[in-house]
């Protein structure tokens, strides 16, 4: 039972320590989501500052892990782990993904705790979360993207009688998603295109 | 029995008691219940379900019974000295209740001798799977009905008012589960001890007791953990609609892990549907009269996930599940 401050990065982000890029941008998604500023699982459980300070914590943990050259100097100083490319689930980097067939194999092979399954789609209301969270307009996305403001609100509003064929909608999360950091790919795929 | 009628899961090798709880009335207890018992009992298996929540009991409605002619009430009240002769059939093979209906008895009243004698019956009905329908609160009979159990579930809504009681539930029931183990050690001046050090600040989380318990008698730390780590409540999301976030249950489990030391099982969720409402005022199970709205699909894969989880259930070897 380890207290916060002990936590390594892979904890934080409930993730092994031999995850995929893409099993890392699917745990940031979910434990952001878990201490945003509206998030009802933490009603009542958290005080402001400890909200706060373990966004912080999953912030840095996210972007040490989802950065090659960062991580496997953490790894190696900190938590004393040398890279090992030819155990059976090897760390999968964005430069190193050639398809989607390779994201698919690779990750049938992992063990990490988190997986993307029926009970993990996400939707609108977390990429507005991690937006939020990073400090960024939607007018600053649309002016950098060229995408109207008004389709962006409706992505995270999910409000789908506002927006184009899901062709399109793919195109803009893609770049919706790479603006604020998260895979464009991951979150196009994993988006939730319905409602329940 | 045909092919196409064989069991999808085998038939379990010991007894399995589940309780469904979680603290706030009204989140669909019930409904669970009765959906989990129905959709176990088409397995092959036998089943009964036990509405021990006798100050508002509504099992048997939701099972389609009106008027029960027995409920656990004789039994309390010694009318009866076996639970077995409380068995009242239903319309679907296999599942069995046992009603707590008619009664203005609350089991939060319930002596301490009378819950053990309790427990101790329905251990013994002669079934695969006991379903136990609690109360809301966390007085501690319902804790202790909750915690003898195989099995914990706890049924939340996405609403702030079910989030914070369901953290309540959770903690009164691990402390629960601390402080039986510690009497039984006959070690309670440890647990009042802890809890009363103001040394290293107040009591948050599960994590703190442990640590105040180990610096005041170290040599039970290891057994106590080993406690805790074995408290493992499964988690629904109930009436679940188009606008939630589809997460709440992972983000839970997060918290709960992270700050409160516990782990939880997130199950599934069960999306908001008004087919309940309809099947409830027509005394019909939903199961049986909605078979395929989303309510009864998603009721299906939470078994499923129930009958798979991780932590192998316990008198099965998880890997002769599916």
């Known amino acids: 039972m380890k207290k916060i401050e002990d936590l390594n990065y892979y904890e934080l982000l409930n993730v092994s320590e031999d995850a995929t890029l893409s099993d890392i941008h699917r745990a940031y998604l979910l434990i952001a989501s878990a201490y945003s500023k509206d998030s009802l699982a933490a009603y009542n459980i958290l005080s402001e500052n400890e909200r706060v300070d373990m966004l912080g914590r999953i912030e840095t943990a996210y972007t040490t892990l989802s950065d090659k050259k960062k991580r496997l100097l953490y790894d190696k100083e900190v938590l004393k782990i040398e890279p090992d490319r030819n155990t059976s689930a090897p760390i999968l980097f964005a430069n190193d993904i050639k398809d989607e067939d390779d994201i698919k194999f690779k990750e049938e092979n992992e063990k990490s705790v988190l997986k993307l399954t029926d009970l993990s789609i996400f939707g609108g209301a977390q990429l507005k979360n991690i937006r939020e969270m990073k400090g960024i307009t939607l007018d600053e996305i649309s002016k950098k993207t060229r995408i109207r403001s008004s389709y962006l609100k409706a992505i995270e509003e999910e409000d789908f009688d506002r927006l184009p064929e899901e062709v399109y909608i793919r195109g803009f999360l893609r770049s919706y998603a790479g603006y604020i950091g998260l895979d464009p790919e991951m979150v196009s795929k994993n988006y939730k295109f319905k409602k329940i | ?322």
């Open chain 2, 1 to 322: 029995m045909s092919q196409i009628d064989m069991p999808l899961f085998p038939l379990p090798q010991q007894k399995q008691i589940w309780a469904v709880g979680g603290c706030k009335g009204g989140t669909g207890k019930t409904i669970v219940t009765v959906s989990l018992g129905i959709l176990l009992s088409r397995l092959g298996h036998r089943v009964v379900l036990i509405d021990t929540d006798l100050g508002g009991a509504n099992l048997h409605t939701c099972a389609g019974i009106r008027y029960p002619a027995k409920t656990i009430s004789d039994f309390l009240l010694k009318k009866t000295n076996s639970l077995e002769d409380l068995l009242t059939e239903t319309s679907i093979e296999n599942l069995k209740i046992i009603s707590g209906a008619n009664d203005s008895l609350t089991i939060a009243n319930l002596p301490h001798v009378q819950k053990l004698k309790l427990i101790h019956h329905i251990r013994r009905l002669p079934a695969d799977y006991i379903i136990l329908d609690l109360g809301a609160g966390t007085s501690f009979n319902v804790l202790d009905i909750f915690l003898m159990a195989d099995s914990g579930i706890v049924v939340i809504t996405p609403e702030p008012t079910s989030v914070e009681n369901v953290y309540r539930f959770i903690k009164s029931a691990i402390l629960r589960k601390i402080s039986n183990y510690l009497s039984d050690l006959k070690y309670n001046d440890i647990l009042k001890e802890a809890v009363a050090s103001k040394e290293n600040g107040p009591l948050k989380s599960i994590r703190d007791l442990v640590e105040k318990i180990n610096r005041i008698d170290s040599s039970i730390s290891a057994s106590l953990e080993e406690k805790i780590s074995s408290f493992y409540p499964k988690v629904i999301i109930n009436q679940v609609r188009a606008n939630d976030n589809m997460m709440l249950g992972m983000s839970i489990k997060d918290i709960a892990n992270k700050y409160l030391g516990v782990n939880l099982d997130y199950v599934g969720y069960i999306p908001y549907d008004e087919t309940v409402h309809e099947s409830v005022k027509k005394f019909k199970p939903l199961i049986i009269e909605y078979p395929n709205c989303s309510v009864s699909l998603c009721m299906s894969l939470t078994l499923k996930k129930l009958l798979n989880g991780k932590e192998p259930l316990r008198g099965i070897d998880a890997g002769q599940i599916i």
